[in-house]
């Protein structure tokens, strides 16, 4: 396991952007075998969503209501992921989490964490 530690939410008007941050820190054997980075939202009474997605090695995907608008970017040295969103609108409003798969290399089994949540609210 590794601990994720977002920042960046917070009030917008449509139109608007943020950008989201996620810091991960654990044991070095976790830590370089983090693979795949996400960022996954949750609106009230909805399920958790992936948003964009990011491998090691840089490549991406993203949810569709959001291609265009949204950029997903990590950095490896730093052992971060950003989401940088643009053009928000107000159905973006969620509770953003920070997602990390990876594997340990000492225990031998893979993980998933998850940060604590931020929340971005896209509001007039």
């Known amino acids: 396991q590794v601990q994720l530690v977002e920042s960046g939410g917070g009030l917008v008007q449509p139109g608007g952007s943020l950008r989201l941050s996620c810091v991960a820190s654990?044991?070095?054997?976790?830590?370089?075998?983090?693979?795949?980075m996400s960022w996954y939202r949750q609106a009230p009474e909805k399920q958790r969503e992936l948003v964009a997605g990011?491998?090691?090695?840089?490549?991406?995907d993203y949810e569709d209501s959001v291609k265009g608008r949204f950029l997903i970017s990590r950095d490896n040295a730093r052992n971060a992921v950003y989401l940088q969103m643009d053009n928000l609108k107000p159905e973006d409003t969620a509770v953003y989490y920070c997602?990390?798969?990876?594997?340990?290399?000492?225990?031998?089994?893979?993980?998933?964490?998850w940060g604590q949540g931020t929340q971005v609210t896209v509001s007039s």
């Open positions: 990011v491998t090691r090695s840089g490549g991406t």
């Open positions: 997602n990390a798969k990876g594997f340990n290399s000492l225990s031998g089994r893979s993980f998933a964490s």
């Open positions: 654990g044991s070095i054997f976790s830590i370089n075998g983090i693979n795949g």
